[in-house]
């Protein structure tokens, strides 16, 4: 490291650690009072409040379901009418897809990557800012259109022309559209952020085969969004044009085709799936071992499934379209294809079940959840298989099979462990332990409840209910079924009551934790709880997998960073070196002005095109504001 | 085993629309392929949770990570991942011959234009060499044992027809015409329900497809291909004269009488169908009366209009309606 | 130094609580408020349909006075979109267009050239629609509900109208001979009216 400043400069050198501490508070602090909270670039407190909002989102999203629960308790029940529910699925399905589940994800990234890799701060920290301003601003125009009776009631995939200008009057179908856009530029922002911290930021000696599985998922998870979000940003563009400027993308009768929409929505549709799944993988993986005492075994196996997934993810959207007639050998290659992604998640299993095996298990909630995945996600990837054969899925495709499905793939697999996540991070994040009594009851009632709500929706599919009605008339044999599964529902929705109650007091009356509660060996678990603003005092040079394995008591730190402004240490891609010292931004407010300029050009925009022109111009000035020259150099090598 | 047998006893109890409860040629070959890979599966799964739990519960002291384990356990993951690519591959060549199987036709006897649209599903049946060309809705009938050509199209959103005792789902796309053959094997009443929703109404999309012994169906086709009864009672002949005059005949057809229009459903046997409003009620007087004064409550958003009609005018109409056989 | 630490992390709490707070209130709020706002109407209740009926023309037959009811309700049949367009559906199936074409006019007048017989008022549109009018105009009293009335009189207001309304119903699918409904088409077809001309049958405000 360079040491050779002079005087002048404060670095971290050659002073006591309660000093270094004081300097580095000082230059990494936010404000405190609202704007300091407004301008804030720490990615642990934007983090945390991306993955708060997302979870009041899927607090949101499950009254919707209990609301759809009560409705199809009953046969030709009056409850709530065709239109509202057809606005409840709707809001249910995108609410949990683009606002719960891939920001979720995207937010436990953007908290535990940096530490994980042990830097000071996110790359890009105020585009952070700025991706959840967006997030939060699209979720608050999804769900204020609901209020206003102007909700998207055509399905989380919108199929034209059903979303059209002719057949869907009004706003709604745009409203859904914008709300697309809101989620896929906080994503994007997210993802590019990600993927630059953990190529170029990673601490000194973390080389590409010492990286946790959690930070590869979470990089492989950046370059699906990256790669896969320009098609639907694409397809909800051309939707708004089709329904607001009178294009033609979508109208058989002008040359248009209807099943360009498909093709796009799934190009982009399936890698979410794994969007949201490898995530979970890597959590799975992290967790794992801190519960069985001995580390992950097949690390390279587990990496390379990751990427073969995220690679074949690609390959696979048309299986949401086996019914559409399409010629005989797409459907073999896509049946193919399909069928072939249970190999990498089958190594995925086996990899942990061989950890299982050899460990000793210590019963903690996450590993109650971890092992409630493993059977969970077993069953979601059998069904997988079976929607994956196109004759099979002829029968069950748009049943309540498929609702069954991906509920058993979504909340089995990516749920979850994300539920362990939060049982295992928790400490990190609060400095508090959840409780360990409450957290068995909720595993127990989300648990069961789940499988006793979902696994009849199988037999429900094949008994011929077709999912999205509203209603089912009373000679059908559904009547008991769904009686049972409105009724298990209420266990799903009491075992989630539990976790939040839990959450919520725990985070006030938890137990100390202490920096590493779980004996843990990454490097998150090397700083206090929760972490101080510059996430490490010195920054940890890592010369295993494992850095913080038992037995090997200090963890060896660089030093030479500059206490008196934020810097952190730029390295190398493969090897990180280090490289350079590079600053890392100040608190600024303009994220947000940029932000709540952006959400009024997006809003406006569903009313006339020329919002785009008019409404350019104070995005223009507040990016201006935002990247106003501070006459400092960037980075020193 | 256990699957096998769970699925003969969920056969038992799932109605006349269920894809285990089957009586066609693609719908078997079909539940033997959900048969087959469903307890494939469920052997598969077994074998995981099994192994799950033998990991957990089996007695250790302390972890174990020393080199000879590691190997034998990357030993047995080798075997399973071969495995795994086996079970795979053998389901996607099983599926490949259950693909080839459904569409072994042998030409097509008869051929059925099936033209869906929010939310109902009109029938145009082919001219044949004893019968005109006539159109149904919401009911279907088709020979036993006969291939039968349905040509889909939708004529404003997606849907999709699915009859699960009898075929697997296609959808229908507008601009798009896709082909289906369907074979029943056994005479009876099955229930087919569109499967892509389509808005407002998706749920109350359903039509009953009659299977019938040949001369069964032949009668039926002269009688569908015959126009309109002349009513027979005077209220009933008042019925007509008020459907004539009120907005009625803007969209429906009456063969044989002035009503010409094509947006509704032709309604010219329409007392012979089983079933009103797309599956909706069973086909009453006072079903029809129902339905004719206030159809946005009994299915709201559809596509009739409500029609200002005296009480009086609504006895003759649904009388009249129901001489319609 | 622990406690420090703590008390900047406390602050940032407070802060993470704040928001998060705020958006669940905001996220609750809507809920509840969308919960109890009335959905889309598929048939008016009669009380309505019977205020409705309730116009007073001019003595000319051109303008008057919508009923208070219209007025009360916020004047939905010009400005929901869920209106119009089921007068957009109307106008198909009650053949308006076989003497009113795609509203370009044929053995009836035309509503796109900026220029209305009786007005471009709702109460004329609907009293023309009810009652009908002179030279060939029927009387739809008896074969289309108050409210169908109003729905339909709306949805021809909008394709005459200067300006479109945001709520206006969008193109349809298959080519038609005139803009789209939310592209201010009688603007662009704007037309010599015909003579002589009452104040009142101008050109659409």
């Known amino acids: 490291m360079t040491r050779d400043q002079g005087a002048r400069v404060p670095l971290d050198v050659d002073i006591s650690d309660a000093e270094l501490e004081r300097q580095l508070k000082e230059t990494w602090s936010s404000k405190p009072g609202l704007w300091g909270a407004i301008s804030t670039v720490d990615h642990k407190v934007v983090a945390g409040r991306y993955i708060a909002t997302a979870f009041v989102f899927l607090i949101l999203g499950g009254l919707l379901a209990m609301a759809m629960r009560l409705q199809l308790s009953q046969p030709e029940a009056r409850f709530i009418n065709p239109d509202r529910y057809n606005q409840i699925f709707t809001m249910h399905g995108s609410t949990m897809m683009f606002l719960f589940a891939v920001p979720v994800m995207e937010a436990m990234a953007a908290y535990l990557v940096p530490l994980m890799v042990g830097t000071r701060n996110i790359a890009f920290p105020r585009l952070n800012a700025f991706s959840y301003w967006i997030f939060l601003f699209g979720g608050i125009l999804l769900w204020v259109a609901f209020a206003l009776d102007t909700a998207p009631d055509v399905g989380w995939f919108a199929y034209v022309p059903l979303a059209g200008p002719q057949y869907a009057p009004g706003k709604r179908a745009d409203l859904w559209a914008q709300m697309i856009t809101f989620t896929e530029v906080a994503a994007l922002a997210v993802a590019v952020e990600i993927a630059v911290t953990v190529f170029k930021q990673r601490a000194p000696g973390m080389s590409l085969d010492r990286i946790p599985v959690l930070v590869w998922a979470m990089l492989v998870m950046s370059f699906l969004v990256i790669m896969a979000m320009p098609a639907i940003m694409f397809s909800s563009t051309t939707l708004i044009l089709d329904r607001l400027v009178g294009t033609h993308f979508y109208n058989p009768a002008e040359g248009g085709d209807a099943l360009l929409w498909q093709h796009l929505f799934w190009f982009f549709g399936h890698p979410e799936v794994y969007i949201i799944f490898l995530p979970a993988v890597g959590m799975v993986s992290t967790i794992l071992p801190a519960f069985v005492g001995r580390p992950l075994f097949g690390y390279m196996l587990l990496v390379m499934a990751l990427i073969t997934t995220g690679v074949l993810s690609f390959g696979l959207w048309v299986h949401h379209m086996f019914t559409v007639g399409l010629p005989r050998v797409g459907e073999s290659f896509f049946t193919a294809s399909s069928m072939s992604i249970a190999v990498p998640a089958g190594i995925q299993i086996f990899c942990w079940l061989a950890t299982l095996w050899a460990g000793k298990p210590v019963y903690k909630t996450p590993l109650l959840f971890i092992l409630g995945f493993i059977v969970t996600f077993v069953m979601g990837g059998m069904t997988g298989v079976m929607v994956a054969s196109v004759p099979f899925d002829t029968q069950v495709h748009d049943t309540y099979f498929v609702v069954a499905h991906f509920h058993y793939v979504l909340i089995g697999g990516a749920v979850f462990p994300l539920i362990a996540a939060v049982y295992y991070w928790f400490p990190k994040m609060t400095g508090r332990m959840m409780s360990e009594r409450l957290g068995r009851w909720s595993f127990w009632l989300i648990f069961c409840g789940f499988h006793l709500t979902f696994f009849p929706m199988h037999i429900l599919g094949l008994w011929g209910m077709p999912r999205r009605i509203y209603t089912y008339q009373p000679e059908l044999p559904w009547t008991s079924l769904n009686l049972f599964v409105s009724l298990s529902a209420l266990v799903l929705a009491g075992g989630f009551l539990v976790f939040f109650v839990n959450a919520i007091r725990s985070r006030r009356n938890g137990l100390p934790a202490g920096s590493n509660p779980w004996g843990a060996a990454t490097l998150e678990w090397a700083t206090s709880s929760p972490p101080p603003p510059y996430n490490f005092r010195r920054i940890p040079v890592v010369s295993s997998l494992d850095p913080l394995t038992p037995g090997e008591n200090e963890l060896p730190v660089v030093a030479g960073l500059r206490t008196d402004r934020r810097e952190l240490l730029v390295t190398s891609v493969v090897e990180a070196l280090p490289q350079a010292r590079e600053s890392s931004t100040t608190d600024s407010v303009w994220p947000f002005w940029a932000a709540v300029a952006t959400s009024v050009m997006l809003v406006w925009s569903i009313f006339t095109p020329w919002a785009v022109v008019w409404g350019s111009i104070p995005v223009a000035i507040t990016l201006i504001g935002w990247f106003w020259p501070k006459g400092s150099p960037e980075d020193e090598s | ?325 | 130094m622990r406690v420090q630490s703590a008390g900047a992390m406390g602050n940032k709490m407070s802060a993470r609580i704040w928001f998060g707070g705020a958006a669940a209130g905001l996220a609750a709020l809507a809920a509840v408020v969308g919960w109890m706002r009335e959905p889309r109407q598929y048939r008016a209740s009669p009380p309505l349909t019977a205020a409705l009926d309730q116009l007073r023309l001019m003595p000319n037959a051109i303008s008057g006075t919508p009923p208070e009811v219209y007025f009360a309700l916020g004047k939905p049949y010009e400005t929901t979109a869920f209106d119009l367009s089921q007068g957009k559906r109307l106008y198909s199936w009650f053949g308006c267009s076989a003497c009113h074409g795609e509203g370009t006019g044929g053995k009836g007048p035309s509503f796109i050239d900026g220029w209305w017989l009786y007005g471009p008022s709702m109460v004329s549109i609907v009293a023309s629609i009810r009652d009908g009018r002179p030279h060939g105009m029927p009387a739809f009293r008896n074969r289309m509900t108050t409210d169908e009335i109003w729905q339909l009189a709306g949805y021809i207001k909008s394709l005459g109208a200067y300006t479109a309304s945001v709520t206006a119903t969008a193109r349809n699918d298959e080519k038609t001979g005139r803009p789209a409904e939310n592209r201010a088409p009688a603007a662009l077809l704007f037309n010599q009216g015909p003579e002589p001309l009452h104040p009142d049958q101008g050109p659409t405000p």
């Open chain 2, 1 to 325: 085993m256990f699957s096998a047998s769970l699925l003969v006893f969920l056969t038992g109890c799932s109605g006349n629309q269920s894809a285990l409860n089957t009586h066609g040629h693609s719908a078997d070959a079909l539940r033997d392929l959900i048969i087959l890979i469903t307890v494939v599966c469920t052997v598969v799964w077994l074998m995981v949770v099994g192994f799950l739990l033998w990991a957990l519960a089996r007695r250790r002291e302390v972890p174990r990570r020393d080199s000879d384990t590691e190997r034998k356990m990357a030993l047995s993951i080798r075997l399973a991942i071969a495995a795994t690519i086996l079970t795979v591959a053998g389901l996607t060549i099983a599926s490949f011959y259950t693909t080839r199987d459904l569409n072994s036709s042998n030409g097509a006897s008869l051929t059925v234009r099936v033209k869906a649209q929010q939310w109902w599903w009109q029938f145009a049946y082919q001219a044949s060499d004893q019968e005109p060309p006539f159109l149904t809705a919401n009911e279907l009938h088709i020979p036993v044992n006969k291939d039968v050509r349905l040509e889909l199209e939708a004529l404003d959103v997606i849907h999709s027809l699915w009859i699960p005792s009898l075929a697997g789902k296609l959808d229908m796309i507008p601009g798009r015409k896709n082909i289906i053959t369907i074979r029943a094997t056994r005479p009876g009443i099955y229930r087919g329900q569109c499967a892509e929703f389509c808005g407002l109404q998706h749920s109350h999309m359903a039509f009953v497809v009659v299977v019938e012994e040949g001369a069964a169906y032949q009668r039926w086709v002269a009688a569908q291909a015959a126009p309109a009864v002349e009513p027979a009672m005077a209220e009933a002949s008042a019925g007509k004269a008020v459907f004539m005059s009120k907005p009625c005949a803007a969209c429906h057809t009456i063969r044989g009488t002035s009503a010409t229009g094509t947006s509704g459903p032709d309604l010219t046997h329409v007392a012979s169908r089983r079933t009103i409003g797309a599956g909706l009620l069973e086909t009453t007087r006072g079903s029809l009366a129902a339905w004719i004064a206030d159809p946005q409550t009994l299915k709201p958003g559809n596509n009739m209009p409500l029609v200002p009609l005296t009480s009086d005018e609504l006895r003759q109409i649904s009388a009249y309606m129901e001489e319609l056989k």
